[in-house]
């Protein structure tokens, strides 16, 4: 018999079926593990391309803020002709300061947001209380200041 010769291993076919069975036991192992790791990479890729969709309201925000504190601080540079440049910056600064912290708040809410529907549904509250849409369509507080007179 073949196992009874020195430096030789015999393997009939029912070891060969083990060894089959044991290698498609791990591969259906590692193929769900593998199926686990892209449901949660796609989860995670549809989140951030989600998320994208509020980089415009974002940005109107912040345009629309800025607009606002560049304005007041326009009206009150007159009144503070006295100050030297370096206290000049630093009223910038703290203007800008002010306008990022009230910012914050709407920014964290959005990004919390976990769900589509809930993220989209934030979106639209944020754009009605700062009425960006009035911005975007040109009748922004310039217009509205204009009939007035």
């Given amino acids: 018999d073949s196992k009874e010769i020195p ?31 892209l449901k949660e990479e796609a989860t995670s890729f549809s989140g951030w391309r989600e998320s994208l969709s509020a980089i415009p309201t974002i ?15 326009k009206k009150c540079t007159r009144k ?12 910038e600064r703290l203007s800008r300061g002010i306008v990022n912290k009230l910012l914050h708040g709407p920014m964290a809410h959005l990004r919390k947001t976990e769900s589509i529907e809930g ?5 639209k509250e944020l ?10 369509n040109g009748r922004g507080r310039a217009g509205a200041r204009t009939r007035r007179k």
């Fill in 119 to 123: 993220k989209q549904a934030t979106l």
């Fill in 80 to 91: 503070l002709a006295h100050l030297n440049d370096t206290e000049m910056e630093a009223v």
């Fill in 7 to 37: 430096n030789v291993c015999a393997y009939n076919v029912d070891d060969l079926k083990a060894v089959v069975a044991k290698n498609t036991a791990m591969r259906q192992k590692e193929m769900i593990e593998a199926e686990t790791l």
């Fill in 59 to 73: 940005n109107q925000l912040q345009e629309r803020a800025n607009g606002f504190r560049e304005e007041e601080l």
């Fill in 127 to 136: 754009s009605a209380m700062f009425r960006l849409e009035e911005e975007s």
